[in-house]
């Protein structure tokens, strides 16, 4: 199973950009990155997830870098509601089904 | 809206009495799974189903049972609740096995005694 490494903690002032890293670098060729995040004690919500380009959608980007070792989650503006738990999943197939292994994570803190 | 939903969301127990978390799904997901997190060991997956009758193990299955008898419901199923069974279970869908975004119930916190 590909692991990943993530900043346990990270700092962003409201309205600017919060760049979260990931470091995956045993991921395999068809295996994904996910990003999902939960806000204190909610269910995790799903954000966005990528193989190999860059994603985009209403609430991020996903860059990957291009030896797949690594990817950014970018939440181009930056709110307190943003606040949360960030986890980067990188996708593994068992034989009968697909687990998400949720690590630790990456706690963002917005601030005014 | 779409939507997982859990109930009872906050159960205080005790030892040795049997109690069901029920979890719906209004999205026609065919894969629901459960989850239990807790602090310093994150979400591990208890167990998950791929449609209706077919259930499987997850990482942490031991003390719990589930059923899948019908495609929108999930319920867990702790026979003799223990206190290291004292956790936050959330339960999940998706559309199928393979598909990209879960959806997340809003947990249930579950204390036993």
């Known amino acids: 199973d590909a692991k990943t490494t993530q900043p346990t903690s990270m700092d962003c002032a409201e309205g600017r950009a919060a760049n979260l890293p990931c470091n995956h670098s045993t991921i395999s060729g068809n295996e994904y990155v996910y990003w999902y995040r939960q806000i204190h004690s909610q269910g995790p919500q799903y954000i966005i997830h990528g193989l190999k380009n860059n994603e985009t959608n209403e609430m991020a980007s996903l860059i990957i870098t291009e030896d797949r070792k690594s990817s950014t989650l970018i939440l181009p503006h930056a709110t307190l509601r943003d606040t949360a738990v960030y986890y980067c999943?990188?996708?593994?197939?068992?034989?009968?089904?697909?687990?998400?292994?949720f690590g630790k994570g990456t706690t963002l803190s917005v601030s005014s | 809206e779409a939507q997982v939903t859990q109930n009872p969301r906050y159960l205080i127990t005790v030892t040795g009495k049997k109690l069901t978390v029920t979890c719906s799904q209004n999205?026609?997901?065919?894969?629901m799974s459960w989850y239990r997190q807790d602090p310093g060991l994150g979400l591990r997956q208890i167990y998950y189903s791929m449609n209706v009758e077919v259930t499987d193990k997850g990482d942490v299955p031991e003390g719990y049972k589930v059923s899948r008898k019908e495609k929108r419901n999930f319920p867990l199923i702790l026979e003799s609740p223990s206190p290291n069974q004292t956790s936050l279970y959330f339960c999940a869908s998706r559309r199928t096995r393979s598909s990209y975004e879960q959806y997340f119930g809003p947990g249930t916190r579950l204390t036993v005694t």
């Open positions: 999205m026609n997901h065919e894969y």
């Open positions: 999943i990188v996708r593994v197939a068992n034989q009968a089904g697909t687990a998400l292994i």
